[in-house]
């Protein structure tokens, strides 16, 4: 079949692109933003066409499926209208491509990414599987039968997915320009949890966790006693955390994981789970865990003469707070700075002061201007990065133009934060260093 995804550097969508093609299907796609994306890797790998404009011909069997941050007035939207062409939504058509699998739903408010990121690894130590992660990574092949998608909340598109196993990392207010309220938040995953076949993996600490009402078998893991499966003997260190996990009070094995921070910690424990209710020899478990690398944008670090740069895809006050604790425990002796920029209005709006009391947690914290493609700055007047610097202790704001601000902190770890794009800072900011003479670093 052919396929012309819409919004197709976006990272749910660009993943989605890769496993269509994977599948045999000729995929092309259009996209608004020119600037080169960490998304496109897997799409220029498999020479997936991008078009810019709306001049290039679209054949008329052609299925279209669109991102949700291009509204239906959008003019490609309109043209493929005209075309008279079919158009899935994004989530169903992805729905109807795991159905072809044993799928494994991952889920939760955060964490979802690294947590599919690690059963993907154990799976393909143990002969291999399809997998749909939001970082870009998507690959699908006939012959395999495990499919690990990653379940994202945003706009309900979860509720499109049947699978066989699920995994909830944590539930938290979140999209609120998509719901109501928490309670609205939860009964989505209620339906998610209910839609899994055969067991649902779920993080006991949550306490909207706790409150769905599930009709699968649960199984719920944690640091707390309550738990079905506790992790105990956390040890956080600068190489890495180790810890054991205990099924029913029974000792089910030690594991370590080149992983920063306690959050991390559960999300291996779900992987875990997950992969021996699947038959996974612990070996290959322990195996896959000590060679485990994340996701793109997820706590990557590199060294720049004596300054540490982490890239990480933090975007809500919760994981923002989590990726400092992460950088603490990875470098203990580092000033931890952060540059944040934040992508969307409504969440600056919903969690100003979430985001600076995650904030405040750094040695200082630098914002950008507000980086958002589907929302308009008019229907939130006052709103901007400012919203945010002026309850911070040590705040300011920077862009590329002012990355000078960066220099009384060359022997720092600087995090650079956001789910927005953030190439322009990251390279204005190791291009400053490298810049920087000998005896200034």
């Known amino acids: 079949m052919k396929y012309y995804c819409i919004g197709i550097k976006g990272t749910g969508m660009s993943t989605l692109a890769q496993i269509l093609h994977d599948l045999g299907n000729q995929v092309s796609g259009y996209d608004d933003a020119k600037e080169h994306k960490f998304t496109e890797v897997g799409l220029e790998e498999r020479h997936i066409p991008i078009y810019y404009d709306g001049n290039h011909e679209i054949d008329p069997d052609t299925v279209v499926t669109y991102s949700v941050a ?8 309109q043209r493929v209208k005209n075309l008279g062409l079919k158009i899935i939504k994004y989530n169903e058509l992805m729905g109807e491509v795991i159905n072809m699998f044993k799928s494994i739903g991952v889920s939760g408010t955060h964490g979802k990414t690294t947590t599919a990121s690690l059963i993907r690894k154990i799976l393909e130590q143990a002969g291999g599987c399809n997998y749909f992660i939001g970082a870009g990574d998507g690959y699908a092949s006939a012959a395999n039968d495990y499919f690990v998608v990653e379940s994202d909340e945003f706009n309900r598109h979860f509720t499109a997915y049947h699978p066989m196993y699920s995994v909830i990392t944590n539930i938290e207010a979140e999209h609120l320009e998509c719901y109501k309220d928490i ?8 339906t998610f949890a209910n839609q899994t076949s ?12 706790k409150k769905i009402n599930y009709n699968t078998r649960v199984l719920f893991y944690g640091f707390g006693f309550h738990n079905d499966v506790i992790i105990k003997n956390l040890r956080l260190l600068e190489e890495g955390s180790r810890f054991d996990i205990y099924i029913n009070e029974e000792l089910y094995g030690s594991f370590e994981v080149p992983l920063y921070g306690k959050h991390m910690v559960s999300n291996v424990c779900a992987a875990i789970l997950i992969c021996r209710e699947l038959g996974i020899e612990k070996e290959i478990i322990h195996e896959a865990l000590i060679n485990f690398k994340n996701a793109k944008r997820r706590f990557a670090i590199e060294k720049i003469r004596n300054t540490i740069i ?18 603490k425990q990875r470098f203990p002796d580092k000033r931890i700075v952060v540059i944040f920029r934040p992508n969307t209005y409504s969440r600056t709006k919903d969690f100003k002061n979430e985001f600076i009391e995650a904030l405040n947690t750094a040695d200082k914290a630098f914002l950008t201007a507000i980086k958002c493609d589907r929302e308009d700055p008019k229907k939130y007047p006052g709103i901007s990065s400012k919203t945010i610097i002026n309850g911070l202790n040590d705040g300011d704001d920077i862009s590329v133009d002012t990355i000078s601000k960066l220099q009384p902190e060359l022997d720092s770890v600087i995090c650079i934060l956001s789910c927005a794009y953030v190439d322009d800072i990251l390279n204005a900011v190791r291009e400053f260093i490298a810049n920087q003479p000998e005896d200034e670093e």
Do not use: M, W
């Open 198 to 209: 055969k067991l649902v993996v779920a993080n006991g600490d949550n306490l909207e966790v």
């Open 310 to 327: 982490v890239d990480d895809y933090a975007h809500h006050p919760t994981e923002i707070k989590a990726t400092i604790e992460a950088a």
């Open 70 to 77: 291009f509204s239906d007035e959008h003019p490609e939207i």
């Open 183 to 190: 309670d609205d938040i939860r009964d989505a995953f209620e």
